[in-house]
């Protein structure tokens, strides 16, 4: 049993300056100047009940208790020094750590030590049962055990503070070893004790949740913990970002206890709930036998060597790993999720200052999905977007669905694509299936149609002074008898091969002479198309991770009408 062994060495992981927030001396110097004036005036309160006055405090709690009607105040354990510094310790303490970042990369058992050490800062002996005969003197009576349960929280010193935190800083490859142990160890019982696979296969986690009468649920803040420990080491092992703890408890209340499975991170974890309050992970191939091999690391014998090694073949039905938006992106739409009867998000302005990258990013986001930036992070949708947000936060990942698929086209590409078309002063143009103009915005206004489904996009590209038809692009196409167009650039949308039918669709409207380009997924390099009239077919070279928050991979088809 994995339980009965114990760590034999650690594993190296490269060195990250990056990886704890750094620490201000001058807020440890702060934090210290102030804590020491917060002791010295409870030793003031200590010295004036000492004196003369504490013989009269009683009759402000009799005072109080005739005009109030409340119960005595027992100003004889309010006033004691002693429980007042043990609670100031714990408050300053909590404050350091708080500094450093720290508590969002401890594993959750150190996490939970630490908590349980601010809780109880006296400490806490251990419990000895009165049927426990371990501990026992001459005459057969339990006696005290010297011994610490919870240890009592250390004094508030410059030396202590700062050997405390320094030390908690350079451990940080220690966490990362003791994460993915503590992370097995939480296991079910089962699991832990018939895989040798290790995180090979299922796993199983009890009391993630707590059921209560009435069909309400409780998270378990340590479980949920866990779980941000596996998601914070694959991330480090995908050269990811790490989640911050209540990213993690925020997902796992988004997902329906229903035992369906819900992917999170790019489908490096796959994860189900069940009203018992049980949850089910899988982890991917790719992503289990870098977990197995640090547990071997710890633990030399119990993982076979064929579990702790790259596979040599891809496992067959296994879902290729996407590559998922960063943390500090999902953290944003996480916050602004919309309730579901509600059309619109507003992005916190907040983040600006604090993160201007993820906030443009999220922007992005909320746009590929349909959203229209009206003012200040506010974005408008023309359908009810929370269970649409609810998926990107779990998967980390744009969701590829016909019904509010929209990925803008960067301008960078959109600009590239337009030289392709090489339009000239005559030519009349369009984009199709426009959403909010972004190649159009490179060609020339009045000579430019745009045909979009979306009102809401239709009212944008209004604003940007394009003609604008305002219809599903594939349905009207089917009214249009004779070509109308001499350039036509496109980034069809490509699920559900609606890239190809866009793409014929296009192509029946160009004038002889005219020029279709289309930004088309790359696996279509060297597709011919079927369609009245002469052609001539030119591909570009694949363009790698074209669209914010995919992975998609594209080529640029320029499409020549020769009669």
């Known amino acids: 049993m994995i339980n009965a062994l114990e760590p034999t060495h650690s594993i190296a992981i490269d060195s990250d300056s990056d990886f704890f ?10 934090l210290l100047a102030k804590y020491n004036a917060d002791l010295a005036n409870i030793r003031l309160v200590e010295d004036f009940m000492n004196g003369g006055a504490g013989g009269v405090v009683h009759y402000f709690a009799e005072g109080s208790k005739n005009h109030s009607g409340s119960s005595h105040h027992y100003y004889s354990t309010t006033f004691r020094a002693d429980w007042a510094v043990e609670a100031l310790k714990s408050a300053y303490w909590s404050r350091a750590i708080a500094i450093t970042d720290v508590m969002d990369y401890m594993p959750q058992k150190r996490r939970d030590e630490w908590r349980a050490s601010i809780d109880k800062p006296m400490g806490v ?6 049927f426990d005969k371990s501990v026992r003197d001459k005459n057969g009576e339990p006696t005290e055990v010297d011994e610490w349960e919870i240890p009592p929280i250390p004094d508030f010193t410059e030396d202590t503070v700062r050997a405390t ?4 800083l350079l451990s940080r490859e220690k966490f990362f070893a003791e994460r993915v142990d503590g992370i097995f160890r939480a296991l079910s019982g089962f699991h832990v004790t018939n895989s040798p696979a290790g995180f090979g296969k299922r796993m199983i986690l009890n009391r993630v949740y707590t059921v209560h009468s009435k069909g309400f649920w409780s998270q378990n803040s340590s479980m949920a913990g ?8 694959i991330a480090k092992f995908m050269g990811r970002d790490e989640p911050a703890w209540y990213i993690t408890s925020q997902t796992i209340d988004r997902i329906p206890k229903d035992g369906q499975w819900n992917i999170l991170d790019g489908g490096a974890i796959r994860i189900r709930l069940y009203q018992v309050g049980t949850a089910h992970l899988e982890i991917h191939p790719d992503m ?6 640090v547990l071997a690391s710890l633990y030399p014998t119990a993982i076979p060597a064929q579990f702790r090694t790259k596979p040599k073949q891809k496992a067959k039905n296994v879902a ?4 998922p938006l960063p943390f500090a992106v999902l953290r944003l739409l996480s916050d602004a999720k919309p309730r579901s009867n509600e059309k619109r998000i507003q992005l916190s302005l907040g983040a600006l200052t604090a993160n201007k990258f993820a906030l443009e990013e999220a922007g992005r986001v909320l746009q590929s999905i349909g959203g229209v930036d009206r003012r200040l992070g506010e974005y408008h949708f023309d359908y009810f977007p929370a269970k649409v947000i609810d998926e990107i936060v779990m998967s980390g990942c744009i969701p590829d669905h016909r019904s509010h698929q929209y990925y803008p086209t960067n301008a960078e590409l959109a600009q590239r694509a337009v030289e392709e078309a090489d339009i000239t002063p005559n030519d009349q143009c369009a984009e199709t299936s426009a959403g909010q103009g972004g190649i159009a915005t490179f060609m020339p206004i009045e000579r430019t149609t745009c045909i979009e489904i979306s009102p809401l996009h239709c009212e944008i590209l209004r604003s940007k002074g394009f003609n604008t038809i305002e219809a599903d692009f594939l349905e009207w196409a089917k009214y249009q008898t004779s070509p109308v ?6 980034n069809p949308p490509f699920s559900d091969g ?5 793409v014929a669709a296009s192509m029946q409207l160009i004038k002889p002479g005219g020029r279709l380009v289309a930004i088309m997924p790359s696996s279509y390099i060297n597709k011919t198309f079927d369609v009245a009239g002469e052609w001539s077919f030119t591909w570009s070279a694949p363009i790698d991770n074209a669209f914010s928050g995919t992975s998609v991979s594209v080529a640029i088809l320029r499409a020549n009408r020769l009669n």
């Open 21 to 30: 927030a750094p620490v201000s001396a001058d807020a440890i110097d702060g």
């Open 125 to 130: 002996k251990k419990h000895l049962s009165a």
């Open 165 to 168: 935190l320094t030390q908690l």
């Open 226 to 233: 866990y779980i941000n420990d596996l998601r914070s080491v």
């Open 288 to 293: 289990a036998w870098r977990l197995n091999a």
């Open 320 to 323: 290729l790993l996407q590559r």
């Open 485 to 490: 167009f001499d350039k036509i650039v496109i």
């Open 498 to 502: 609606r890239a190809v039918a866009h």
